[in-house]
């Protein structure tokens, strides 16, 4: 898996190796392909973002999927390529030597997905709110020393207010 072409073996010999791109008509090919070599079972090295399209694509084309952590897949002997890998990992699924990662189902996925969006949110808004009362300091606004929360209600009405030009700064100093 890579973020600009993504290769598969369905063999041991180099004529079993084939690139595909990234793009969608890429990823609806590639099953395809699999499947006109008779294909059923992929195994795949988990590489971040870059699998994800691609796991999709296979799994709603009715593939039974390996996703597998990349330390399991680790070939020490040779030099790295990316068609040497995907051979490696063929040879060690046609072997029946690869466990497939842990893969939640849909909706627990759903719900990790929606509690990192709130994470993320969350500390969104306390790094803007840090940044307010910093650039505020630097005008000479001291509402932190005035208001509990500069994010709060009273603290984004005084903000809005110097925004306005209707407060003095030297009324916080």
Aim: hydrophobic fraction near 35%; glycine fraction near 6%; charged fraction near 25%.
């Amino acid at each position: 898996m890579g973020s600009r072409s993504h290769y598969v073996a369905i063999g041991q010999e180099l004529k079993d190796v084939k690139q595909f791109g990234v793009c969608a008509q890429d990823l609806r090919d590639l099953p395809k392909w699999l499947r006109q070599n008779n294909i059923n079972s992929v195994a795949m090295e988990s590489t971040a973002t870059y699998c994800q399209n691609l796991f999709v694509e296979l799994l709603n084309s009715g593939f039974e999927l390996i996703l597998t952590c990349g330390k399991f897949t680790k070939n020490i002997n040779r030099k790295k390529t990316d068609v040497l890998d995907c051979q490696w990992i063929q040879k060690m699924h046609s072997l029946g030597l690869l466990t497939s990662s842990f893969l939640p189902d849909k909706t627990t996925e759903r719900l990790r997905t929606i509690c990192r969006h709130r994470t993320n949110l969350i500390y969104q808004k306390a790094d803007c709110s840090h940044k307010m009362q910093k650039f505020l300091k630097w005008l000479n606004f001291r509402l932190n020393v005035v208001v509990r929360d500069v994010a709060g209600s009273t603290g984004m009405k005084i903000i809005k207010d110097i925004c306005r030009g209707n407060l003095d700064p030297n009324s916080f100093a």
